[in-house]
Protein backbone atom coordinates (compact mmCIF):
# COMPACT_ATOMS: atom_id res chain seq x y z
CA UNK A 1 0.00 0.00 0.00
CA UNK A 2 1.78 3.38 -0.93
CA UNK A 3 0.57 6.86 -1.30
CA UNK A 4 1.03 10.04 -3.36
CA UNK A 5 0.07 13.29 -3.39
CA UNK A 6 -2.65 12.93 -5.65
CA UNK A 7 -3.34 9.27 -5.56
CA UNK A 8 -3.45 6.72 -3.17
CA UNK A 9 -2.67 2.94 -4.33
CA UNK A 10 -4.98 0.27 -2.95
CA UNK A 11 -2.56 -3.00 -3.11
CA UNK A 12 -3.81 -6.38 -2.92
CA UNK A 13 -1.88 -9.24 -1.82
CA UNK A 14 -0.69 -11.20 -5.22
CA UNK A 15 -1.73 -15.03 -4.70
CA UNK A 16 0.43 -16.92 -2.15
CA UNK A 17 3.43 -18.79 -3.55
CA UNK A 18 2.14 -21.68 -1.12
CA UNK A 19 -1.92 -21.59 -3.14
CA UNK A 20 -1.84 -24.63 -4.35
CA UNK A 21 -4.53 -22.81 -6.75
CA UNK A 22 -1.66 -20.31 -7.77
CA UNK A 23 -1.47 -20.53 -11.38
CA UNK A 24 -4.79 -20.73 -12.24
CA UNK A 25 -5.69 -17.81 -10.12
CA UNK A 26 -2.91 -15.65 -11.82
CA UNK A 27 -4.35 -16.96 -15.50
CA UNK A 28 -7.44 -15.48 -14.33
CA UNK A 29 -5.87 -12.36 -13.15
CA UNK A 30 -4.06 -11.95 -16.43
CA UNK A 31 -6.87 -13.45 -18.97
CA UNK A 32 -9.15 -10.71 -17.33
CA UNK A 33 -6.65 -7.40 -17.20
CA UNK A 34 -6.86 -7.39 -13.48
CA UNK A 35 -4.26 -6.52 -11.12
CA UNK A 36 -3.53 -6.27 -7.55
CA UNK A 37 -2.54 -2.90 -7.87
CA UNK A 38 -5.43 -0.14 -7.98
CA UNK A 39 -4.47 3.89 -7.92
CA UNK A 40 -7.25 5.64 -6.87
CA UNK A 41 -7.16 9.61 -7.56
CA UNK A 42 -8.25 11.84 -4.53
CA UNK A 43 -9.94 13.77 -6.51
CA UNK A 44 -12.54 10.85 -7.68
CA UNK A 45 -15.79 11.29 -7.76
CA UNK A 46 -18.09 8.10 -5.45
CA UNK A 47 -19.34 7.30 -9.11
CA UNK A 48 -15.82 6.84 -10.03
CA UNK A 49 -14.91 5.39 -6.79
CA UNK A 50 -17.35 2.84 -6.96
CA UNK A 51 -16.35 1.42 -10.14
CA UNK A 52 -12.76 0.81 -9.39
CA UNK A 53 -14.13 -0.67 -6.16
CA UNK A 54 -15.58 -3.12 -8.80
CA UNK A 55 -12.50 -4.14 -10.30
CA UNK A 56 -10.57 -4.63 -6.62
CA UNK A 57 -13.78 -6.98 -5.83
CA UNK A 58 -13.42 -8.91 -8.74
CA UNK A 59 -9.77 -8.98 -8.24
CA UNK A 60 -10.45 -10.23 -4.29
CA UNK A 61 -12.66 -12.55 -5.66
CA UNK A 62 -10.39 -14.52 -7.51
CA UNK A 63 -7.85 -14.56 -4.63
CA UNK A 64 -10.02 -16.23 -2.75
CA UNK A 65 -11.25 -18.85 -5.08
CA UNK A 66 -11.31 -22.42 -3.74
CA UNK A 67 -10.91 -25.62 -6.08
CA UNK A 68 -14.49 -25.67 -6.27
CA UNK A 69 -15.31 -22.52 -7.68
CA UNK A 70 -12.46 -22.40 -10.50
CA UNK A 71 -14.64 -25.48 -11.74
CA UNK A 72 -17.46 -23.97 -12.26
CA UNK A 73 -16.50 -20.59 -12.91
CA UNK A 74 -16.95 -19.62 -16.57
CA UNK A 75 -14.85 -17.88 -18.77
CA UNK A 76 -16.95 -14.77 -18.52
CA UNK A 77 -17.97 -15.61 -15.04
CA UNK A 78 -17.07 -12.26 -12.79
CA UNK A 79 -18.64 -13.82 -9.62
CA UNK A 80 -20.34 -13.46 -6.93
CA UNK A 81 -18.79 -17.37 -6.84
CA UNK A 82 -20.61 -17.95 -3.41
CA UNK A 83 -21.25 -16.44 -0.03
CA UNK A 84 -17.94 -17.79 1.97
CA UNK A 85 -15.92 -16.38 -1.29
CA UNK A 86 -18.04 -12.84 -1.13
CA UNK A 87 -17.27 -12.61 2.45
CA UNK A 88 -14.00 -13.03 2.50
CA UNK A 89 -13.36 -10.74 -0.73
CA UNK A 90 -15.31 -7.83 1.45
CA UNK A 91 -13.61 -8.37 4.20
CA UNK A 92 -10.27 -8.33 2.82
CA UNK A 93 -10.86 -5.02 1.35
CA UNK A 94 -12.47 -3.50 4.65
CA UNK A 95 -9.15 -4.68 5.99
CA UNK A 96 -6.78 -2.78 3.44
CA UNK A 97 -8.66 0.14 3.16
CA UNK A 98 -9.00 0.58 7.33
CA UNK A 99 -5.19 0.07 7.56
CA UNK A 100 -5.06 2.88 5.09
CA UNK A 101 -7.23 5.28 6.94
CA UNK A 102 -4.94 5.04 9.94
CA UNK A 103 -2.00 7.30 8.24
CA UNK A 104 -4.03 9.10 5.48
CA UNK A 105 -4.07 12.67 5.26
CA UNK A 106 -7.02 14.50 4.91
CA UNK A 107 -6.98 14.35 1.05
CA UNK A 108 -6.97 10.45 1.03
CA UNK A 109 -9.52 10.04 3.95
CA UNK A 110 -12.59 11.39 1.95
CA UNK A 111 -12.28 9.10 -1.29
CA UNK A 112 -11.22 5.98 1.34
CA UNK A 113 -14.05 6.09 3.79
CA UNK A 114 -16.33 6.26 0.20
CA UNK A 115 -14.96 2.58 -0.52
CA UNK A 116 -15.73 1.77 2.90
CA UNK A 117 -19.05 2.64 3.14
CA UNK A 118 -20.03 1.05 -0.43
CA UNK A 119 -17.90 -2.32 0.65
CA UNK A 120 -20.25 -2.27 4.20
CA UNK A 121 -23.25 -1.62 2.10
CA UNK A 122 -22.22 -4.56 -0.02
CA UNK A 123 -21.71 -6.64 2.76
CA UNK A 124 -25.17 -6.02 4.63
CA UNK A 125 -26.84 -7.28 0.85
CA UNK A 126 -25.07 -10.85 1.40
CA UNK A 127 -27.62 -13.03 2.91
CA UNK A 128 -30.74 -10.88 2.29
CA UNK A 129 -32.05 -13.23 -0.26
CA UNK A 130 -32.10 -15.74 2.13
CA UNK A 131 -36.48 -16.17 2.33
CA UNK A 132 -36.33 -19.43 4.28
CA UNK A 133 -35.06 -18.06 7.56
CA UNK A 134 -35.84 -20.28 10.44
CA UNK A 135 -38.71 -19.76 12.56
CA UNK A 136 -38.14 -19.00 16.00
CA UNK A 137 -39.79 -20.13 18.77
CA UNK A 138 -41.08 -20.10 22.44
CA UNK A 139 -39.57 -21.74 24.73
CA UNK A 140 -38.24 -22.85 28.05
CA UNK A 141 -33.80 -22.23 28.33
CA UNK A 142 -32.96 -21.97 31.28
CA UNK A 143 -30.91 -24.72 31.42
CA UNK A 144 -28.80 -22.98 28.42
CA UNK A 145 -29.26 -19.57 30.34
CA UNK A 146 -27.50 -21.26 33.30
CA UNK A 147 -24.72 -22.45 30.77
CA UNK A 148 -24.22 -18.91 29.74
CA UNK A 149 -24.32 -17.53 33.72
CA UNK A 150 -21.42 -20.14 33.79
CA UNK A 151 -19.62 -19.48 30.93
CA UNK A 152 -19.85 -15.60 31.87
CA UNK A 153 -18.81 -16.59 35.46
CA UNK A 154 -15.27 -17.99 33.52
CA UNK A 155 -14.72 -15.24 31.57
CA UNK A 156 -17.24 -15.65 28.60
CA UNK A 157 -17.96 -12.38 26.88
CA UNK A 158 -21.17 -11.96 24.64
CA UNK A 159 -23.34 -10.21 22.57
CA UNK A 160 -25.59 -13.23 21.82
CA UNK A 161 -28.47 -15.19 23.47
CA UNK A 162 -29.56 -18.25 23.56
CA UNK A 163 -33.27 -19.08 21.38
CA UNK A 164 -35.09 -22.09 19.62
CA UNK A 165 -35.97 -22.58 16.06
CA UNK A 166 -38.32 -24.82 14.19
CA UNK A 167 -36.64 -27.79 12.99
CA UNK A 168 -33.00 -26.49 14.50
CA UNK A 169 -33.36 -26.88 18.02
CA UNK A 170 -30.90 -24.22 20.03
CA UNK A 171 -29.33 -21.53 18.27
CA UNK A 172 -28.30 -17.89 19.32
CA UNK A 173 -29.35 -14.45 18.58
CA UNK A 174 -27.74 -10.76 18.45
CA UNK A 175 -28.68 -9.34 21.68
CA UNK A 176 -27.70 -5.60 20.12
CA UNK A 177 -26.41 -4.75 16.50
CA UNK A 178 -23.26 -6.23 15.38
CA UNK A 179 -21.15 -4.52 13.18
CA UNK A 180 -18.33 -5.85 10.67
CA UNK A 181 -15.23 -6.81 12.42
CA UNK A 182 -17.02 -6.60 15.84
CA UNK A 183 -16.47 -9.62 18.43
CA UNK A 184 -20.22 -11.64 18.88
CA UNK A 185 -18.69 -14.11 21.18
CA UNK A 186 -15.16 -14.62 23.05
CA UNK A 187 -13.95 -17.47 24.78
CA UNK A 188 -11.06 -17.60 27.46
CA UNK A 189 -8.57 -20.50 26.66
CA UNK A 190 -8.99 -21.81 29.77
CA UNK A 191 -12.28 -23.05 28.97
CA UNK A 192 -11.67 -24.65 25.36
CA UNK A 193 -11.56 -28.40 26.25
CA UNK A 194 -8.31 -29.68 24.22
CA UNK A 195 -5.59 -32.28 24.28
CA UNK A 196 -3.93 -29.67 26.95
CA UNK A 197 -6.67 -30.69 29.73
CA UNK A 198 -6.77 -34.65 28.28
CA UNK A 199 -3.03 -34.44 29.10
CA UNK A 200 -3.70 -33.25 33.30
CA UNK A 201 -5.51 -36.22 33.48
CA UNK A 202 -4.83 -39.88 34.39
CA UNK A 203 -6.43 -41.40 32.07
CA UNK A 204 -3.78 -39.55 29.56
CA UNK A 205 -1.25 -41.62 31.57
CA UNK A 206 -2.76 -45.09 31.03
CA UNK A 207 -3.49 -44.39 27.26
CA UNK A 208 -0.23 -42.75 26.25
CA UNK A 209 1.70 -45.84 25.65
CA UNK A 210 -0.96 -47.25 23.81
CA UNK A 211 -0.14 -47.96 19.84
CA UNK A 212 -2.13 -46.10 17.36
CA UNK A 213 -4.51 -44.50 19.18
CA UNK A 214 -5.03 -40.95 18.10
CA UNK A 215 -5.61 -37.60 20.55
CA UNK A 216 -8.85 -37.23 19.28
CA UNK A 217 -9.89 -40.72 20.60
CA UNK A 218 -8.28 -40.11 23.62
CA UNK A 219 -10.56 -36.97 23.62
CA UNK A 220 -13.43 -38.66 23.17
CA UNK A 221 -13.01 -41.44 25.48
CA UNK A 222 -11.72 -38.30 27.88
CA UNK A 223 -15.70 -36.88 27.86
CA UNK A 224 -17.15 -39.91 28.14
CA UNK A 225 -16.02 -39.82 31.42
CA UNK A 226 -15.96 -36.63 32.27
CA UNK A 227 -19.94 -36.42 31.33
CA UNK A 228 -20.46 -38.42 34.61
CA UNK A 229 -18.06 -36.74 36.55
CA UNK A 230 -20.18 -34.90 39.02
CA UNK A 231 -17.17 -32.51 40.19
CA UNK A 232 -16.21 -31.95 36.39
CA UNK A 233 -15.75 -28.38 35.97
CA UNK A 234 -17.05 -28.54 33.08
CA UNK A 235 -20.60 -30.78 34.61
CA UNK A 236 -22.41 -27.38 33.51
CA UNK A 237 -21.65 -27.61 29.69
CA UNK A 238 -22.30 -31.57 29.54
CA UNK A 239 -25.80 -30.99 31.51
CA UNK A 240 -26.76 -28.99 28.67
CA UNK A 241 -25.86 -31.15 26.08
CA UNK A 242 -28.83 -33.34 24.15
CA UNK A 243 -29.11 -36.90 25.11
CA UNK A 244 -29.24 -37.67 21.50
CA UNK A 245 -27.24 -35.93 18.36
CA UNK A 246 -29.61 -37.32 15.71
CA UNK A 247 -26.97 -37.28 13.30
CA UNK A 248 -26.72 -39.47 10.25
CA UNK A 249 -24.32 -42.07 12.76
CA UNK A 250 -28.22 -42.77 14.30
CA UNK A 251 -30.31 -43.52 11.50
CA UNK A 252 -32.79 -46.41 11.98
CA UNK A 253 -33.48 -49.16 9.77
CA UNK A 254 -36.15 -47.60 8.06
CA UNK A 255 -33.90 -44.15 7.23
CA UNK A 256 -31.23 -46.37 5.77
CA UNK A 257 -33.55 -48.17 3.76
CA UNK A 258 -34.82 -44.83 1.95
CA UNK A 259 -31.33 -44.57 0.88
CA UNK A 260 -30.20 -47.54 -0.22
CA UNK A 261 -28.44 -46.96 -3.66
CA UNK A 262 -27.47 -43.49 -2.95
CA UNK A 263 -23.94 -42.20 -1.97
CA UNK A 264 -24.52 -41.23 1.40
CA UNK A 265 -26.00 -44.69 2.09
CA UNK A 266 -22.74 -46.67 1.59
CA UNK A 267 -20.87 -43.88 3.49
CA UNK A 268 -23.00 -44.19 6.77
CA UNK A 269 -22.79 -47.94 6.37
CA UNK A 270 -19.01 -47.45 6.29
CA UNK A 271 -18.63 -44.79 9.15
CA UNK A 272 -20.60 -47.07 11.63
CA UNK A 273 -18.81 -50.31 10.77
CA UNK A 274 -15.72 -48.03 11.44
CA UNK A 275 -17.08 -46.89 14.74
CA UNK A 276 -18.40 -50.15 15.99
CA UNK A 277 -14.49 -51.93 15.39
CA UNK A 278 -13.22 -48.76 16.97
CA UNK A 279 -15.33 -49.52 19.94
CA UNK A 280 -14.81 -53.34 19.61
CA UNK A 281 -11.38 -52.90 19.94
CA UNK A 282 -10.83 -50.44 22.38
CA UNK A 283 -13.34 -50.29 25.45
CA UNK A 284 -13.84 -53.92 26.28
CA UNK A 285 -9.87 -54.23 27.02
CA UNK A 286 -9.31 -50.81 28.95
CA UNK A 287 -12.32 -51.79 31.14
CA UNK A 288 -10.66 -55.23 31.66
CA UNK A 289 -6.96 -53.46 32.27
CA UNK A 290 -7.93 -50.23 33.98
CA UNK A 291 -11.27 -50.84 35.98
CA UNK A 292 -11.00 -48.13 38.07
CA UNK A 293 -10.66 -45.49 34.72
CA UNK A 294 -12.62 -47.30 32.46
CA UNK A 295 -15.61 -48.19 34.05
CA UNK A 296 -17.85 -51.15 32.35
CA UNK A 297 -21.26 -49.34 33.06
CA UNK A 298 -19.95 -45.72 31.59
CA UNK A 299 -18.20 -47.31 28.84
CA UNK A 300 -20.97 -48.22 26.31
CA UNK A 301 -21.88 -48.56 22.99
CA UNK A 302 -24.27 -46.18 23.65
CA UNK A 303 -22.19 -43.71 25.04
CA UNK A 304 -19.62 -44.16 22.61
CA UNK A 305 -21.53 -42.90 20.00
CA UNK A 306 -22.74 -40.52 21.58
CA UNK A 307 -19.12 -39.37 22.43
CA UNK A 308 -18.38 -39.35 18.84
CA UNK A 309 -21.44 -37.59 17.90
CA UNK A 310 -20.25 -34.74 20.27
CA UNK A 311 -16.78 -34.64 19.20
CA UNK A 312 -18.07 -34.36 15.74
CA UNK A 313 -21.02 -32.14 15.57
CA UNK A 314 -19.06 -29.59 18.26
CA UNK A 315 -15.53 -29.75 17.54
CA UNK A 316 -13.39 -27.10 15.80
CA UNK A 317 -10.00 -26.99 14.68
CA UNK A 318 -8.00 -24.46 16.67
CA UNK A 319 -4.55 -22.86 17.02
CA UNK A 320 -4.14 -22.39 21.09
CA UNK A 321 -1.66 -19.48 22.66
CA UNK A 322 1.07 -22.56 21.92
CA UNK A 323 0.78 -22.14 18.70
CA UNK A 324 -0.32 -25.76 17.94
CA UNK A 325 -2.94 -26.55 16.01
CA UNK A 326 -5.60 -29.05 17.33
CA UNK A 327 -9.04 -30.43 17.55
CA UNK A 328 -11.37 -28.69 20.65
CA UNK A 329 -14.61 -28.02 22.01
CA UNK A 330 -15.62 -25.20 22.67
CA UNK A 331 -18.10 -24.10 25.39
CA UNK A 332 -21.53 -21.92 24.01
CA UNK A 333 -19.68 -21.56 20.92
CA UNK A 334 -21.07 -24.82 19.94
CA UNK A 335 -24.70 -23.35 20.71
CA UNK A 336 -24.32 -21.61 16.86
CA UNK A 337 -26.09 -23.06 13.97
CA UNK A 338 -24.60 -23.53 10.04
CA UNK A 339 -25.54 -21.40 7.32
CA UNK A 340 -24.11 -20.99 3.80
CA UNK A 341 -24.35 -17.69 4.52
CA UNK A 342 -22.83 -17.17 8.09
CA UNK A 343 -21.98 -13.93 9.73
CA UNK A 344 -18.67 -15.69 11.28
CA UNK A 345 -16.34 -16.91 8.77
CA UNK A 346 -13.01 -17.01 10.68
CA UNK A 347 -12.50 -17.72 14.52
CA UNK A 348 -9.66 -20.35 14.65
CA UNK A 349 -7.01 -18.82 16.44
CA UNK A 350 -7.07 -18.18 20.10
CA UNK A 351 -5.33 -14.08 20.59
CA UNK A 352 -2.24 -14.30 22.09
CA UNK A 353 -2.68 -10.32 23.77
CA UNK A 354 -6.21 -12.25 25.71
CA UNK A 355 -5.46 -15.64 25.45
CA UNK A 356 -9.18 -15.80 24.18
CA UNK A 357 -10.75 -17.27 21.31
CA UNK A 358 -12.94 -14.44 19.51
CA UNK A 359 -15.71 -15.02 17.28
CA UNK A 360 -15.93 -12.05 14.92
CA UNK A 361 -18.78 -11.37 12.15
CA UNK A 362 -17.85 -10.79 8.78
CA UNK A 363 -20.89 -9.37 7.95
CA UNK A 364 -23.49 -7.69 10.21
CA UNK A 365 -25.96 -8.85 12.06
CA UNK A 366 -29.15 -6.95 13.83
CA UNK A 367 -30.21 -7.26 17.59
CA UNK A 368 -32.77 -10.12 17.45
CA UNK A 369 -31.65 -11.69 14.43
CA UNK A 370 -29.92 -15.15 14.41
CA UNK A 371 -25.84 -15.08 14.26
CA UNK A 372 -24.84 -18.34 12.42
CA UNK A 373 -21.51 -19.67 12.69
CA UNK A 374 -19.64 -21.59 9.15
CA UNK A 375 -19.07 -25.29 10.30
CA UNK A 376 -16.77 -25.47 6.55
CA UNK A 377 -17.23 -26.43 3.16
CA UNK A 378 -19.19 -29.26 3.42
CA UNK A 379 -21.36 -31.06 0.95
CA UNK A 380 -25.28 -32.03 2.64
CA UNK A 381 -24.19 -35.78 2.49
CA UNK A 382 -21.32 -34.54 4.90
CA UNK A 383 -23.69 -32.15 7.33
CA UNK A 384 -25.98 -35.27 7.48
CA UNK A 385 -23.52 -37.78 8.54
CA UNK A 386 -22.11 -35.90 11.18
CA UNK A 387 -24.25 -32.91 12.00
CA UNK A 388 -27.77 -34.32 10.95
CA UNK A 389 -28.79 -31.67 8.80
CA UNK A 390 -29.60 -30.22 5.55
CA UNK A 391 -28.94 -26.36 5.04
CA UNK A 392 -32.09 -24.49 3.87
CA UNK A 393 -30.49 -22.23 1.30
CA UNK A 394 -28.52 -23.92 -2.03
CA UNK A 395 -25.25 -24.72 -1.30
CA UNK A 396 -22.80 -24.61 -3.36
CA UNK A 397 -21.01 -27.66 -2.11
CA UNK A 398 -23.51 -30.27 -2.94
CA UNK A 399 -21.73 -31.89 -5.78
CA UNK A 400 -22.22 -35.19 -7.77
CA UNK A 401 -18.53 -36.99 -8.12
CA UNK A 402 -18.92 -38.30 -12.04
CA UNK A 403 -16.31 -41.77 -12.59
CA UNK A 404 -15.80 -41.38 -16.29
CA UNK A 405 -13.80 -43.18 -18.14
CA UNK A 406 -10.38 -41.44 -19.28
CA UNK A 407 -9.67 -43.33 -22.60
CA UNK A 408 -11.28 -43.89 -25.63
CA UNK A 409 -11.59 -46.98 -28.07
CA UNK A 410 -9.44 -46.39 -31.60
CA UNK A 411 -10.35 -48.41 -34.36
CA UNK A 412 -8.36 -51.18 -33.89
CA UNK A 413 -9.38 -51.71 -30.52
CA UNK A 414 -6.47 -50.03 -28.86
CA UNK A 415 -7.08 -47.34 -25.75
CA UNK A 416 -5.59 -43.82 -26.43
CA UNK A 417 -5.78 -42.11 -23.40
CA UNK A 418 -8.23 -38.67 -23.09
CA UNK A 419 -5.63 -35.46 -22.01
CA UNK A 420 -7.08 -32.97 -20.39
CA UNK A 421 -5.98 -30.27 -17.41
CA UNK A 422 -8.43 -32.28 -15.32
CA UNK A 423 -9.13 -35.46 -14.51
CA UNK A 424 -12.16 -35.39 -11.69
CA UNK A 425 -14.92 -34.08 -12.99
CA UNK A 426 -18.51 -33.27 -10.79
CA UNK A 427 -21.47 -31.28 -11.27
CA UNK A 428 -24.18 -29.34 -9.13
CA UNK A 429 -27.72 -27.67 -10.00
CA UNK A 430 -28.07 -25.81 -12.92
CA UNK A 431 -29.85 -22.97 -11.18
CA UNK A 432 -26.55 -22.33 -10.02
CA UNK A 433 -24.80 -21.21 -13.01
CA UNK A 434 -25.16 -17.68 -14.61
CA UNK A 435 -24.90 -19.25 -18.17
CA UNK A 436 -27.84 -21.57 -19.51
CA UNK A 437 -26.95 -20.91 -23.04
CA UNK A 438 -24.27 -22.24 -25.61
CA UNK A 439 -21.27 -23.28 -25.32
CA UNK A 440 -22.19 -24.42 -21.67
CA UNK A 441 -25.94 -24.41 -21.35
CA UNK A 442 -25.43 -24.01 -17.53
CA UNK A 443 -22.74 -26.96 -17.60
CA UNK A 444 -19.19 -26.86 -15.89
CA UNK A 445 -16.71 -26.21 -18.61
CA UNK A 446 -14.10 -28.32 -17.68
CA UNK A 447 -16.62 -31.52 -18.14
CA UNK A 448 -17.45 -30.52 -21.75
CA UNK A 449 -14.69 -30.00 -22.32
CA UNK A 450 -13.50 -34.07 -20.83
CA UNK A 451 -16.56 -34.93 -22.64
CA UNK A 452 -15.81 -32.90 -26.00
CA UNK A 453 -12.64 -34.74 -26.29
CA UNK A 454 -12.75 -37.80 -25.48
CA UNK A 455 -15.94 -37.90 -28.42
CA UNK A 456 -13.47 -36.05 -30.52
CA UNK A 457 -15.79 -33.54 -31.13
CA UNK A 458 -13.19 -30.59 -29.96
CA UNK A 459 -14.46 -26.79 -30.22
CA UNK A 460 -11.79 -24.88 -32.45
CA UNK A 461 -11.96 -21.71 -34.42
CA UNK A 462 -11.52 -23.63 -37.93
CA UNK A 463 -14.91 -25.47 -37.29
CA UNK A 464 -17.77 -24.48 -38.96
CA UNK A 465 -20.38 -23.09 -36.67
CA UNK A 466 -23.21 -26.08 -37.95
CA UNK A 467 -20.13 -28.92 -36.81
CA UNK A 468 -19.97 -27.06 -33.53
CA UNK A 469 -23.67 -27.33 -33.07
CA UNK A 470 -23.25 -31.32 -34.19
CA UNK A 471 -20.72 -31.54 -31.88
CA UNK A 472 -22.87 -30.19 -29.21
CA UNK A 473 -25.25 -32.13 -29.64
CA UNK A 474 -23.39 -35.47 -28.95
CA UNK A 475 -21.72 -34.54 -25.39
CA UNK A 476 -25.74 -32.94 -24.25
CA UNK A 477 -27.18 -36.46 -25.19
CA UNK A 478 -24.04 -38.70 -23.56
CA UNK A 479 -24.80 -36.57 -20.83
CA UNK A 480 -28.76 -37.59 -21.01
CA UNK A 481 -28.04 -40.89 -21.25
CA UNK A 482 -25.16 -40.70 -18.14
CA UNK A 483 -28.09 -38.92 -16.04
CA UNK A 484 -31.20 -40.27 -17.15
CA UNK A 485 -30.36 -43.77 -15.51
CA UNK A 486 -29.24 -42.46 -12.40
CA UNK A 487 -32.68 -40.62 -11.65
CA UNK A 488 -34.95 -43.18 -12.15
CA UNK A 489 -32.82 -45.04 -9.68
CA UNK A 490 -33.74 -42.56 -7.51
CA UNK A 491 -37.31 -43.38 -8.08
CA UNK A 492 -40.30 -40.64 -8.30
CA UNK A 493 -40.64 -38.54 -4.88
CA UNK A 494 -41.84 -40.66 -2.32
CA UNK A 495 -45.79 -39.75 -1.04
CA UNK A 496 -44.59 -39.98 2.34
CA UNK A 497 -46.52 -38.07 5.06
CA UNK A 498 -43.30 -35.67 6.21
CA UNK A 499 -44.64 -33.88 8.96
CA UNK A 500 -45.48 -37.24 10.86
CA UNK A 501 -42.07 -39.06 9.68
CA UNK A 502 -39.54 -39.88 12.16
CA UNK A 503 -36.76 -37.28 12.10
CA UNK A 504 -34.28 -39.98 10.28
CA UNK A 505 -36.78 -40.75 7.62
CA UNK A 506 -37.83 -37.43 6.99
CA UNK A 507 -33.93 -36.45 6.71
CA UNK A 508 -33.51 -39.40 4.65
CA UNK A 509 -36.15 -38.30 2.33
CA UNK A 510 -35.21 -34.61 1.97
CA UNK A 511 -31.65 -35.82 1.15
CA UNK A 512 -33.15 -38.10 -2.02
CA UNK A 513 -35.38 -34.93 -3.08
CA UNK A 514 -32.09 -32.97 -2.96
CA UNK A 515 -30.10 -35.64 -5.05
CA UNK A 516 -33.23 -35.88 -7.54
CA UNK A 517 -33.24 -31.98 -8.31
CA UNK A 518 -29.97 -31.64 -8.76
CA UNK A 519 -29.87 -34.54 -11.29
CA UNK A 520 -33.24 -33.37 -12.92
CA UNK A 521 -31.51 -29.88 -13.54
CA UNK A 522 -28.68 -31.20 -15.06
CA UNK A 523 -31.37 -33.51 -17.37
CA UNK A 524 -33.44 -30.40 -18.02
CA UNK A 525 -30.55 -28.27 -18.87
CA UNK A 526 -29.38 -30.79 -21.55
CA UNK A 527 -32.82 -30.99 -22.82
CA UNK A 528 -33.14 -27.34 -23.22
CA UNK A 529 -29.73 -27.41 -24.95
CA UNK A 530 -30.42 -29.97 -27.59
CA UNK A 531 -33.78 -27.34 -28.21
CA UNK A 532 -31.80 -24.19 -28.51
CA UNK A 533 -29.82 -26.33 -31.16
CA UNK A 534 -32.74 -27.05 -32.85
CA UNK A 535 -33.86 -23.75 -33.07
Known amino acids: MAAASDVVTIRLPSPSEDDPLRHDKKRILESRKLSCLFPLPLSSSAADACKLLDQMIHAARVAHMDELELYFAGDDDYGQFSTRNELESLNLLVKIINTLLVTANDGAKGVLQVLEDEIVVRLRSVGLTDNDQMVLQTQNHDTEDSLLKWGEHHGVKSKLQIAFFEGAGRGMVASENIGVGDIALEIPESLIISEELLCQSDMFLALKDLNSITTETMLLLWSMRERHTPSSKFKMFFETLPSNFNTGLSFGIDALAALEGTLLFDELMQARQHLHQQYDVLCPVLCTKFPEIFKQGIFTWDNFLWACELWYSNSMMVVLSSGKLTTCLIPVAGLMNHSVT??????????????????PLSRPCEAGSQCFLSYGKHSGSHLITFYGFLPREDNPYDVIPLDLDTSIDEEDGTAQSVSTSLTTHMVRGTWLSRSKGPPTYGLPQPLLSHLRAALNCDHNESIPE????????????????????MLEGLGEPDDYNRESASWDVALALSYKDLKRRIISSIVASCTSGLAMLDS
Open 466 to 485: ADIKENDRMVLETLIFIFTP
Open 342 to 359: PHILNYGRVDQATKSLNF
